[in-house]
């Protein structure tokens, strides 16, 4: 792919190192164990690249591409700062949707977020491809699923669904068993997906401070797969105090995201 030169804050993009998975990983070992800065700055620059292909996803929307920028390296910082090493994934499938996650909370705290016309048509698109599977497996797809129907890339049809989404509901669907964005809880449920660790490092702190029954009542719903009268059944509650309990826990975890 070839990089179309972009000033951005007095840096000239076109020149920017590009680090190799293995540079990266080693970069990211060295940091972590002796704390070194220089690892720290070149793993920043090494991937500044990667910082400004996610936020032309967002632009358009009469951005100042300075202050995006600006936001998607705070994204990209938290990344390194946080990324596991003991985990078998790549350093770019984690830094992403952290990237992508900083870049949603600024739009959507400062600004109204207007969707590119791709965007809204690759996610109308995965409205219907979802809509099908589901008539057709007897559930709702996953992620995977829809993205194979509709021949493009998981992380661009999950950016899709969440750009038409409102911000304030972007969760919620999660937990309804009918929304746009069951793509969290649904891929932590697949613990053999490398992006199943990236949305699960996204909201389990979020789920850590759930009680031990709402944390219950979620691994049997959305884990197990268990509809709430099956759940009510299967811990001695009523039905209506199980969808009290979920709405309850969803509410706990949109506070937290």
């Not at 500044?48 to 951005?63: C, D, K, P």
């Not at 003991?86 to 909370?105: A, D, K, N």
């Not at 959507?108 to 008539?135: G, I, N, P």
């Not at 950016?159 to 989404?165: K, R, V």
């Amino acid at each position: 792919m070839a990089y179309q030169k972009v000033v951005i804050s007095g840096i000239d993009t076109s020149k920017l190192e590009v680090l190799s998975e293995e540079e990266k990983i080693k970069l990211l070992r060295e940091m972590q164990e002796t704390g070194s800065k220089e690892a720290r700055e070149r793993l920043i620059n090494g991937n500044l690249r990667l910082v400004l292909s996610v936020i032309q996803r967002f632009t358009g929307r009469g951005e100042d591409i300075d202050d995006l920028f600006q936001i998607g390296v705070i994204g990209l910082i938290k990344a390194i700062n946080n990324f596991d090493l003991s985990r078998e994934v790549r350093f770019s499938t984690y830094c992403v949707p952290m990237i992508s996650g900083e870049l949603r909370r600024y739009l959507r705290d400062f600004h109204a977020v207007k969707v590119s016309r791709s965007l809204r048509d690759l996610a109308y698109k995965a409205m219907q491809a979802k809509e099908q599977l589901t008539a057709e497996l007897g559930r709702e797809p996953t992620v995977e699923q829809i993205a194979q129907a509709v021949g493009e890339e998981k992380s661009e049809v999950v950016l899709a669904m969440e750009s038409i989404s409102d911000p304030v509901s972007l969760y919620e669907p999660l937990y309804s068993d009918s929304g746009d964005t069951l793509y969290l809880m649904d891929q932590i449920g697949d613990r053999n997906e490398a992006e199943s660790w990236v949305n699960e490092m996204l909201i389990r702190d979020a789920i850590a401070a759930l009680s031990p029954r709402e944390r219950n009542i979620l691994h049997r719903r959305f884990m197990l797969g268990h509809t709430q009268v099956e759940v009510a059944a299967e811990i001695g509650i009523s039905q209506a105090q199980v969808s009290r309990l979920e709405k309850g826990a969803i509410a706990k975890i949109k506070s937290q995201l």
